[in-house]
């Protein structure tokens, strides 16, 4: 009983001790190294995800899942580059990206990129697809969305965003069907006029808070699709 009782308190002052050290190294760590770039600033994230991943690669032999999600990476990076969006990170079985250019919403040209980028991407499902086919690799679907607000950037371990933008962007990824396209209120507000698109609303999605956020499809409009 008595070694029982000696182990547990023990066992509890290394906890406590370790708590301790790991605060401190903390502190210190942050003190040491900053960890934004300064002011945070409004831009235009995106996102899109694989619909199904896991019943996709579920189907495939584990050596293959590399293969498989860095074809989906590397064709998705390749787009939203071509559009002048800059690559942040994969997050699984997404990829998440920014438009530098839109700092400055007046610049109507560079809120056309991020819709045109997004309909590159539902554009591109085809030819992905068979380059799934081509790598004896399950074909695979998508949803892409985008909205606009301010986001901070980190350069601690190469540069990463951060910020409710990012997370918006994120949850209203689900709201899209297969191999469509959604954007949240915010980015709605600066494309609506836009000629050449039709947005209808999706509905809200709910934050948990006094309100909910307005989320809208985006297609091509049917005279630019019939031409």
């Known amino acids: 009983m008595f070694y029982k009782i000696f182990v547990m308190v023990h066992r509890g002052r290394s906890l406590a001790l370790r708590r301790d050290e790991l605060a401190r ?8 190294n900053a960890v934004f770039t300064g002011m945070s600033k409004s831009y235009c994230i995106g996102l899109v995800d694989v619909v199904n991943s896991t019943a996709n690669t ?28 800059k690559v942040v990170k994969n ?18 040209d560079s809120f056309l990129d991020v819709l045109e980028c997004s309909l590159a991407i539902l554009d591109s499902h085809g030819t992905i697809n068979d380059i799934m086919s081509e790598k004896l690799l399950p074909k695979t679907d998508f949803r892409v969305s985008a909205d606009y607000g301010i986001v901070a950037k980190s350069t601690t371990e190469g540069e990463d965003i951060f910020g409710p933008t990012v997370n918006l962007c994120a949850k209203i990824n689900g709201a899209a069907s297969a191999n469509g396209f959604v954007i949240g209120g915010d980015l709605y507000q600066i494309v609506k006029s836009m000629k050449g698109y039709e947005f209808s609303t999706l509905g809200s999605y709910g934050l948990g808070l006094k309100f909910s ?3 809208y499809t985006v297609t091509r409009s049917r005279q630019i699709s019939l031409q």
Not at 25 to 32: D, G, S
Not at 96 to 106: E, G, H, V
């Open 25 to 32: 190294l903390v502190k210190e760590n942050i003190k040491r």
């Open 58 to 85: 579920a189907r495939i032999p584990s050596i293959k899942m590399g293969e498989y999600y860095g074809t989906f990476h590397k064709a998705m990076s390749t787009i939203v580059q071509e559009f002048g969006a």
């Open 213 to 215: 956020y307005p989320v």
């Open 91 to 108: 997050i699984g079985d997404s990829l998440l990206y920014y438009f530098p250019r839109t700092d400055y919403d007046s610049d109507r």
